[in-house]
């Protein structure tokens, strides 16, 4: 009996030991390494998407990769006004971290200012009053990573929706040379 007893005791010390060498580890890996984590934008319609690749703890061996889209004012205003049509979307990576990288920054990064209500607001009181033309150019320019800033002055202050059809024209010509102006600046 006592001999079983002391097996058991060894038995039971061996496990505690596995377990806490697994706790330590896992506390490890989410402290110091853990999954990437980083997140995107569409170019076509300016929906989100956050992903986790998760690797084998302290090398660079995939395993699995989690995706969780969520849409943006930008992307609803686009999807429900049908001014973007069905794509398969084309994700711009904007920023990551984890799995021994602290920071990663991509040229999506360029394109967050642009997911905002205003800018949502400004295409669709386009939209809305037909000014289709200017509406589709500031669609592409503000979902283009190298227009981007540019096309942000036009979209992030909207008239306001009771404005006359002669002033909304006019605040299309002006925002027209204002980003003409500046691109000749750049
Ligand atoms: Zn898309």
């Given at each position: 009996?006592?001999?079983?007893?002391?097996?058991?005791?060894?038995?039971?010390?061996?496990?505690n030991?596995?377990?806490?060498?697994?706790?330590?580890?896992?506390?490890?890996?989410?402290?110091?390494?853990?999954?990437?984590?980083?997140?995107?934008?569409?170019?076509?319609?300016g929906?989100?998407?956050?992903?986790?690749?998760?690797?084998?703890?302290?090398t660079?061996?995939?395993?699995a990769?989690?995706?969780?889209?969520?849409?943006?004012?930008?992307?609803v205003?686009?999807?429900?006004?049908?001014?973007?049509s069905?794509?398969?979307?084309?994700?711009?990576f904007?920023?990551?971290?984890?799995?021994?990288?602290?920071?990663?920054?991509?040229?999506?990064?360029s394109?967050?200012?642009?997911?905002?209500?205003?800018?949502?607001?400004?295409?669709?009181?386009?939209?809305?009053?037909?000014?289709?033309?200017?509406?589709?150019?500031?669609?592409?320019?503000?979902l283009?990573?190298?227009?981007?800033?540019?096309?942000?002055?036009?979209?992030?202050?909207?008239?306001?929706?009771?404005?006359?059809?002669?002033?909304?024209?006019?605040?299309?010509?002006?925002q027209?040379q204002?980003?003409?102006?500046?691109?000749r600046?750049?």
């Amino acid at each position: 009996m006592n001999r079983g007893r002391a097996i058991d005791h060894s038995w039971f010390s061996n496990r505690n030991r596995l377990i806490f060498a697994a706790i330590v580890f896992l506390l490890a890996y989410f402290l110091f390494d853990g999954p990437f984590g980083y997140s995107s934008i569409c170019t076509k319609c300016g929906k989100r998407r956050y992903s986790r690749d998760w690797a084998v703890p302290f090398t660079p061996m995939k395993l699995a990769t989690i995706h969780a889209e969520t849409d943006t004012p930008l992307s609803v205003t686009l999807t429900q006004k049908a001014i973007v049509s069905q794509h398969s979307h084309e994700w711009l990576f904007i920023h990551g971290s984890g799995h021994g990288i602290t920071c990663a920054i991509g040229s999506g990064s360029s394109l967050m200012g642009v997911t905002n209500q205003r800018v949502a607001d400004t295409i669709a009181l386009l939209h809305d009053r037909g000014k289709i033309e200017f509406r589709d150019r500031l669609v592409t320019g503000v979902l283009d990573p190298k227009s981007s800033s540019l096309y942000r002055v036009a979209t992030g202050f909207p008239p306001p929706i009771t404005i006359s059809d002669a002033e909304l024209n006019n605040w299309i010509d002006q925002q027209s040379q204002y980003i003409e102006d500046l691109r000749r600046v750049q």
